[in-house]
């Protein structure tokens, strides 16, 4: 059996102390930049920074900035530019993150209202329209989780502030985003219809119309409604969406056929 003594084991532990300490001292220093820098500096390089797109550079000058000055204006905008650098990098749910943390630390702030604006930008992706026009893709295929978040952030803007800069942009955001929803519930109308599937054809069609009344989707709905309750037989019921259909669209194409066109209701509305 190995015998260790007191004296070999201390001798091993300083041994090994010094090997890590002089390990250390192998390394190259790392030197913060900003040792001693003051917030308003700070503030300026993180500024400066996202001028220029650099985004994970004035978010570390941001997060800096708030951990060693937490008290006062530049910590709180640091606060509101971190999640607006989030959002330009893409990374949606860390800048919902900073928002709704801002919200609960600061709910009355005076740019709160941007935040909620902010907000509903993340899930809003203005440039959907775009990408979709160059897939062919359908907007009202697409998943519309991110449209309600949208949808509900906008709208607290406009309840809370209904005076705030952001509030005309977004009553017209909240109007894309209603059309939207209705266009995927027409959509879905659409798929079940063509698959045979009437008593969900009917359902979805009946909820754009219930729910997004003034939508322009609703013209295709009312008309899924005529096909769908045709197709099961149901005489009485047909005729009143005939009825209603007829009444709120007398020049509907789709009495003479369809749209001549295949592009989505938002290229074409």
């Known amino acids: 059996m190995a015998r260790f003594t007191l004296g070999s084991v201390a001798g091993k532990a300083a ?28 503030y300026s390089e993180a500024k400066t920074s996202m001028s220029e797109g650099a985004y994970d550079r004035a978010i570390q000058m941001f997060e800096k900035l708030e951990a060693r000055y937490p008290y006062g204006r530049y910590a709180q905008q640091a606060q509101i530019e971190v999640a607006y650098a989030y959002y330009k990098q893409d990374e949606q749910a860390l800048a919902l993150a900073a928002a709704d943390r801002f919200i609960k630390l600061h709910p009355n702030h005076p740019n709160v209202d941007y935040v909620y604006y902010l907000k509903g930008l993340v899930n809003f992706n203005e440039d959907l329209g775009l990408l979709a026009g160059l897939s062919r893709q ?11 978040e949208a949808f509900d952030s906008f709208r607290d803007l406009v309840a809370r502030f209904p005076e705030s800069r952001y509030a005309d ?11 939207s929803l209705a266009a995927h519930e027409v959509h879905v109308a659409r798929y079940y219809y063509n698959r045979g599937a009437y008593v969900a054809a009917i359902n979805r069609a009946q909820t754009a119309v219930t729910n997004f009344p003034q939508a322009p989707a609703n013209e295709e709905a009312l ?6 309750y045709d197709a099961l037989g149901m005489a009485q019921l047909r005729d009143d969406a005939d009825r209603v259909m007829r009444t709120n669209f007398p020049d509907s194409v789709y009495f003479s056929g369809g749209p001549e066109s295949d592009k989505p209701w938002w290229q074409l509305w």
């Open 223 to 228: 008309f899924l409604l005529v096909k769908s």
């Open 169 to 179: 942009d977004s009553r017209a955001r909240m109007q894309y985003l209603v059309n």
């Open 15 to 42: 041994l090994i102390g010094a090997l890590v300490l002089g390990g250390c001292g192998l390394l190259p220093e790392q030197i913060d930049e900003t040792t001693g820098w003051n917030a308003q500096r700070l």
């Open 138 to 148: 359908d907007l009202s295929e697409r998943d519309p989780k991110g449209a309600h």
